[in-house]
């Protein structure tokens, strides 16, 4: 169901929700105008949530949580970049990240990081990541502008 909305004001309703966690420091550099593209907004909905939740989840109990949210534009695409202070991606597992069925946690189907690489790709966009072990990962979101 694709349709023309603001990513901007999609991104700004899933750290809302997060909001009321006390544990959880969220700083958001959203671009100052509206981004719109032209996408399931319910799947681009369930994306972000998807990496915020997955970037609090991998935040050790010892330490505070931050979430960093920071866009720039490439080239008609807004780029939107989702890091967290968590544990990093171990190396050996690196390569099976997007896969489906793959989990690192106790509970859930591992089709999380999965369904958000075929929801971006869906949109004609990319996805991919970068991590340091013991510091934390970035997830890049590359979507299309609209016309």
Same mark, same amino acid.
């Given at each position: 169901?694709?349709?023309?909305?603001?990513?901007?004001?999609?991104?700004?309703?899933?750290?809302?929700?997060?909001?009321?966690?006390?544990?959880?420091?969220?700083?958001?550099?959203?671009?100052?105008?509206?981004?719109?593209?032209?996408?399931?907004?319910?799947?681009?909905?369930? /994306?972000?949530?998807?990496? @915020? =939740?997955?970037? #609090?989840?991998?935040?050790?109990?010892?330490?505070?949580?931050? !979430?960093?949210? %920071?866009?720039? /534009?490439?080239?008609?695409? @807004? =780029?939107?970049? #989702?890091?967290?202070?968590?544990?990093?991606?171990?190396?050996? !597992?690196?390569? %099976?990240?997007?896969?489906?069925?793959?989990?690192?946690?106790?509970?859930?189907?591992?089709?999380?990081?999965?369904?958000?690489?075929? !929801?971006?790709?869906?949109?004609?966009?990319?996805?991919?990541?970068?991590?340091?072990?013991?510091?934390?990962?970035?997830?890049?979101?590359?979507?299309?502008?609209?016309?």
């Amino acid at each position: 169901n694709k349709e023309l909305f603001d990513l901007n004001e999609t991104l700004r309703n899933v750290l809302h929700l997060h909001a009321a966690n006390d544990k959880l420091e969220i700083v958001s550099q959203l671009l100052p105008h509206p981004m719109m593209v032209d996408a399931d907004k319910t799947h681009i909905n369930r /994306l972000f949530t998807n990496l @915020v =939740l997955n970037g #609090i989840q991998s935040v050790p109990d010892d330490r505070p949580i931050r !979430i960093e949210v %920071k866009q720039s /534009l490439e080239d008609g695409f @807004v =780029l939107t970049k #989702i890091t967290d202070n968590g544990h990093g991606i171990d190396e050996d !597992i690196q390569s %099976k990240i997007f896969a489906p069925n793959f989990t690192t946690k106790t509970s859930g189907t591992g089709l999380g990081l999965a369904m958000c690489k075929r !929801i971006v790709e869906q949109a004609e966009g990319t996805i991919w990541f970068e991590t340091v072990q013991g510091d934390g990962t970035s997830f890049f979101v590359k979507l299309p502008l609209a016309d």
